[in-house]
């Protein structure tokens, strides 16, 4: 029986204390060109099912993961392959989920972007929206039971998810009992083909969190200096105990909602304003400015060459096998019934 | 000295928390209140910290439990009503269910639902769910009948790594009364003969045990010998037992208290049909709730009086 490894790509071949400019610049590369390759593979007829990208995202959801520690509780969603990179699921184990490998974390049965690591702190997102919020504050409740101190927790959603009932119930109990968890909201204008409009009345979502009797953080989602402050402030806040945060981060989607989609419905007006720059082309100008454009190339090449080596070595990889494979959905012996079906 | 199915509740919930630092207690008015029908009376006190009021959101209740399971805690959510469960159907269904198949990692939860028909009680206070949870993969449903499967049962649900439904009736809370706590358990998942007889299977759980027990002490008058099934735990279904029963009865009678619709009354008329067709005598029969109708004790003896009407027309033992 083949066991989980995590190969040579574990770790990011980076070195250790990036200052939080670097990490935030690699995780961003990494998304973009894992994303990018994905992307390819997914019109090659390479992938079973969707490919959802985080294309114009990556600054903000970097922000969250790179800010969390281990020990930390990450409940990330679909567009959040940069977040995931920055608090530290190898990259192998993304493309492993997508091309079904049996030693990816899902074990190559639940593919795509509903992979999580339960080791890792990564909790598995189900698709139903607003529903990790609950379930990320009920870790960190567990946590607190045990004694776990200056623990954080952070859920993702989007601007679709704030309309779900799960959404509102999730953040009201975790203010009802003053958890450490931020709820970052990627603004990015549309759920799926729906626009803002038709989703709430309420002219910025940031106004929510006082209803919430929360700490409210609103940001440029496209600034990765932003990003970086605002993001690492309120998971400070939420560190020294003060309560649920709520982080609203205006941006906009670069891609369809998945990669069957063209988007053709984005307001082209939207598209040009400040709101649609491409995050990763803001921090390549930064970097330049900063007299930093050979480090940014350089993250550039050992990003591309991680991905390869990654699809390369997850290639070879198995899939699940029916006959060895036990598709069990209960831990309890005899709790499996084996029902005649002929 | 004697011990209600309530109270033995309370006190398998009291003896987890003893037993298991992991184990805490979820749910609306739970705390100093001790819960709607008190299955918590006195705990938030004993076990400060670990008994804890939630705000009326069923959904972010199970998805609270959910997330606190996968941390290594045991949670147990009292939902105030069964029927209110159906808003934190997403979680239970979606999110517990699937997360062992998912990530083989295990998910450690009780939600405990009052269910079924009580006098008055109304469309919306009445509902038995065991039907809806039992279809789905990933779950354990429970529906005990005693005082002692009450206790038992349910620390065996929160020692449990699946997600347990924990089906508790509000009909048997006051009235079903035993001697004392049981010291040894049946093995799980196994159902019990809770009367024997020859002549038909009658399969029942939770409070229609008790009538179709109480059909079969009138049917005994006549002549007729019904043997009363109590599953225990409908998901999964001790098939074993139920083929066992019919193999000696040749008849089939399934009672439950949910809609007729499908549901656990179904699933034993179908496991019968298709794994032991050849054992049945006469075509098996169910007795179930009329739609939209369930409101009072009236209603349980028209099915106690159904269920006799059934068994006395077809036991018609061979002469």
Known sequence: MATRTAGTLARPTAPKRQD????LGRSMLRARLVEDKLGSLYRAGRIVGGVYLGRGQEAFSAAGGLNLRKGDVYA???RDMAGRLAFGEPLVDAVRTYLGSRLGPMRGRDGNIHRGDLELGILPMISHLGAMISAAAGALLAKRMRGEKQRVGLACAGDGA????????????AAVEKLPLVVMVADNAYAYSTP????????????RARGYGVEGHGLDGTDPDACLEMVGRAVQRAREGAGPQLVVGRLLRLCGHGEHDDAFYVDAQVK????????????????KKRGRAKEWGEWREEARAEVEEAVMQVSKEPVPDP???????????????????? | MSVTYLEAIRAAQEKALQDDPNVFLYGQDIGRFGGAFKATKNLAEKFPGRVMDSPISEDAMVGLAVGAALEGMKPVVEMQFADFSTVGLNQMLNHAATTYWRTGKPCPMVLRLPSGGTPGSGPFHSQSMETIYSHYPGLVVMTPATVEDAYTMLLEAIGMEDPVVFCEHKLLYYHLKADALPGEALPAFRARIAR???????????????EALAAADELAEEGHEVEVVDLRTVKPLDTDTLLGSVARTGRLLAVGESWPWGGASAEVVARVASEGFELLDAWPRRVLSCWMRRRSGSMRRTRRFRIIRICGRRTGRRQ
Not at chain 1, 162 to 173: A, V
Not at chain 1, 196 to 207: G, K, P, V
Not at chain 1, 323 to 342: K, L, N, S
């Open chain 1, 162 to 173: 704030t309309s779900t009932g799960s959404f509102h119930e999730g953040l009201n109990l």
């Open chain 2, 196 to 210: 024997p007889g020859r002549d038909v299977t009658c399969v029942a759980y939770s409070a229609m045990v008790h």
């Open chain 1, 76 to 78: 990330p969603l679909i």
């Open chain 1, 20 to 23: 939080p400019t670097e990490k």
């Open chain 1, 323 to 342: 006959f060895e494979e036990q598709w069990r959905a209960t831990v309890t012996p005899g709790a499996v019934e084996e029902v005649a079906e002929e």
């Open chain 1, 196 to 207: 803002n409009s038709r989703q709430f009345a309420c002219t910025d979502l940031l106004e």
């Open chain 1, 272 to 287: 040009g304003s400040s709101r649609g720059r491409d995050c990763l082309q803001v921090m390549e100008e930064l970097m």
